[in-house]
């Protein structure tokens, strides 16, 4: 009869020699990863360095009076037109169309 440390001790994992890829894949994709990352992080330095020092102050609004929290009606007091009756749907344009 088996004892509990045998029955743990099995190896239950089948033959271990066939994995003998993964730790060269591994460190491909590790080598690969940190190789992107340099090459990005070189890429975002250089554009960096082209953006200027300081950027030309945005003008200001032209109406002084005028401030950013004023919303303007976008209609402009025009009135919305319903659409015809007889004009087709979505799902009707895309069964004829």
Request: net charge neutral; charged share 20%; hydrophobic share 35%.
């Amino acid at each position: 009869m088996l004892t509990t440390a045998q029955v743990l001790a099995e190896n239950n994992f089948g033959d271990t020699r066939t994995g003998g890829l993964a730790g060269p894949m591994g460190l491909f994709l590790i080598v690969l990863l940190a190789t992107a990352t340099v090459l990005l992080i070189r890429n975002m330095n250089a554009r960096l360095r082209r953006l200027p020092d300081r950027f030309p102050q945005q003008a200001g609004p032209a109406d002084p009076e005028r401030t950013d929290g004023t919303v303007v009606d976008p209609t402009d007091g025009t009135v919305a037109q319903e659409s015809p009756t007889n004009a087709p749907n979505g799902s009707q344009q895309r069964r004829n169309g």
